[in-house]
């Protein structure tokens, strides 16, 4: 295991701190026996209450309004921090809006923490800044090195992936600049049990299967990891001296009827989608990966599997489904 530079009782920002993502590592921090500064739009909204409810936050986590915009807001956060996690998101179609959040707000993430003296950013990016590109072969592994051609994003509409190639690039290179310490974590499609009410929208690829809206699946494949993983892998890059540039975050590649079938193992009594939409074409092939980076840090992946029934019965718990899991015995993939 590399060697840590963590010291017990530092004080770490975590941005968006309502997140799916974000809840999760506010409470492996609070275990780690870190004291967290929380950014989030209102921290009196009922939602944060989970937060405010995690073991040790009492006495290590608070709350605090922070626009990404707002660098004032920002800075006053951040400061007296010994590292920053920048894990909010955009959530809109608007490309205009989804570009400003991500691009100047990780900016203003980076900016603001070097003006306050704090030199180590762990950054969430996304495995979207890194497989949009039609012109690879079946042979592709697809790793760190590996960026998303913005072109093809701009062709096909896919303005989340857009956006994350253009905040990670502006982040990679104003970090240099100002002399920030950055590290990036890029996660797949986030799998795993929700913390707060809300329902993720990387969740919601699973739920429309589940609730019988997505009446058929699409001939595609998709990489999937779980939330508790994603946290984890942010500490283990923050705490390692070794730690350095991006980090593929991802368990597997499923094809989308393959996903469909696991859920069907799950839980068989809701309405799930039995034929894809493409009929005609073959059927994608799931793409290979390398995550040895994260491997060498430490990391051992749970099997998607375990991730989508701890997804389902997290579903069904916030209630947003409504009939008991029916609990079977490990699914192999």
Not at 95 to 104: G, I, M, R
Not at 136 to 148: G, I
Not at 326 to 332: D, H, L, N, Q
Request: aromatic residues 8%.
């Amino acid at each position: 295991m590399p060697a840590s530079d963590f010291v017990p009782g530092q004080i770490v920002c975590v941005t968006g701190a309502g997140g799916f993502i974000a809840s999760w590592m506010v409470k492996l921090l609070l275990e780690k026996g870190y004291t967290v500064k929380g950014t989030v739009r209102n921290p009196e909204d009922s939602k944060n209450d989970e937060l405010k409810k995690l073991p040790g936050a009492a006495e290590r986590l608070s709350l605090h309004k922070a626009d990404l915009l707002d660098c004032q807001s920002l800075r006053r956060v951040i400061k007296g921090s010994d590292g920053v996690f920048h894990m909010a998101c955009p959530l809109t179609d608007d490309p205009e809006k989804v570009l400003a959040t991500a691009v100047e707000g990780t900016q203003n993430v980076i900016n603001s923490a070097a003006e306050v003296g704090v030199r180590r950013v762990v950054f969430t990016s996304s495995i979207g800044a890194m497989w949009m590109d039609p012109t690879r072969s079946p042979d592709f592994v697809l790793d760190e090195s590996c960026w998303s051609d913005v072109d093809y994003c701009k062709a096909t509409k896919n303005w989340y992936c857009y956006a994350k190639v253009m905040a990670e690039r502006a982040a990679w290179e104003l970090s240099k600049e100002r002399r920030v310490d950055l590290l990036v974590v890029n996660p797949a499609v986030v799998l795993g049990p929700l913390l707060l009410p809300t329902v993720s929208a990387s969740l919601v690829h699973v739920l429309k299967y589940l609730t019988g809206s997505a009446k058929t699946y699409v001939n595609a494949v998709q990489g999937y990891v779980d939330v508790r993983d994603v946290a984890k892998a942010h500490l283990l890059v923050y705490e390692n001296k070794s730690a350095s540039g991006r980090y593929l975050c991802l368990e597997s590649v499923l094809h989308r009827g393959k996903l469909v079938e696991i859920l069907g193992k799950i839980s068989p009594h809701y309405p799930l989608p039995t034929k894809c939409s493409d009929e005609v074409s073959p059927m994608k092939k799931p793409y290979k990966f390398s995550t040895k980076k994260l491997g060498g840090l430490g990391l051992q992946f749970m099997p998607v599997n375990e991730s989508l029934y701890e997804t389902v019965k997290s579903l069904e718990e916030k209630s947003h489904l409504s009939d008991p899991v029916i609990r079977s015995e490990t699914i192999k993939v």
